[in-house]
């Protein structure tokens, strides 16, 4: 009950493209939703966060969707660039825990 | 703001030596810190929670006389690695909370080789 699942693996895209990852949860004890951007041989950077009574919230070029009855939710980055290439992790918090998604690593192509 | 800094950012050393990994909050006081693990491709597995001035808490199936945690103040949590083996090397990473809570902000990590 305490996983999150993310999909895809991986996944290549052309500049300005928009890729979307997706994740599922069934821990409905999950308070908010943060999505992480790493990048080879650094820690996670926190990109953008929900919590559950907002179906969507957009912060520059990234968006999440939310759906709570379906408990899914996905990251949407607009017009990407190459420099968003790296691995994204979602995850669910509940209390201070975080339990995270299996990553996506993004390729943007030039 | 909500810096977390770790060091070292990388270490090698032989078997059976222990090692510390520092972790801090650099500006803001961190009532809980995390310990992670993370292998090549893989995502992040908790090792343990720890709260200052307290005991850590640790997941299944880490061994906490193996990961010793100290979190002696409000912006200094430590982790050491005793007798490290070669299936000890990993990537560990340290996080923090705020006194509000979320989000946690995670260091860079140290890459641990043990030959």
């Known amino acids: 009950q305490q996983q999150v699942k993310q999909s895809p693996q991986s996944l290549i895209v052309q500049k300005g493209g928009i890729p979307i990852i997706n994740c599922a949860y069934e821990?409905?004890?999950?308070?908010?939703f943060p999505w992480y951007q790493q990048f080879p041989g650094k820690g996670p950077a926190l990109l953008i966060a929900i919590r559950p009574d907002v179906s969507e919230k957009k912060e520059g070029r990234f968006t999440i969707s939310f759906n709570k009855s379906a408990k899914q939710f996905s990251l949407h980055i607009m017009d990407s660039q190459p420099g968003d290439s790296a691995t994204y992790f979602c995850a669910g918090n509940r209390g201070s825990r975080l339990t995270f998604g299996e990553g996506t690593q993004l390729t943007v192509n030039p | 703001g909500a810096v977390v800094s770790q060091h070292p950012s990388w270490v090698i050393c032989k078997s059976g030596t222990s090692v510390k990994i520092e972790c801090r909050s650099l500006d803001f006081q961190a009532t809980t810190m995390f310990w992670y693990r993370q292998f090549p491709k893989q995502s992040l597995m908790l090792m343990a929670t720890s709260n200052e001035g307290s005991k850590a808490t640790y997941e299944q199936g880490v061994e906490k006389d193996k990961f010793l945690i100290n979190h002696a103040s409000l912006t200094l949590s430590t982790l050491t690695v005793t007798s490290a083996h070669p299936e000890d090397s990993s990537f560990y990473i340290c996080?923090?909370?705020?006194?509000?809570?979320?989000?946690?902000?995670f260091g860079d990590g140290t890459r641990l080789s043990i030959l």
């Open positions: 821990n409905t004890a999950f308070d908010y």
């Open positions: 996080s923090a909370n705020g006194q509000g809570g979320q989000p946690q902000h």
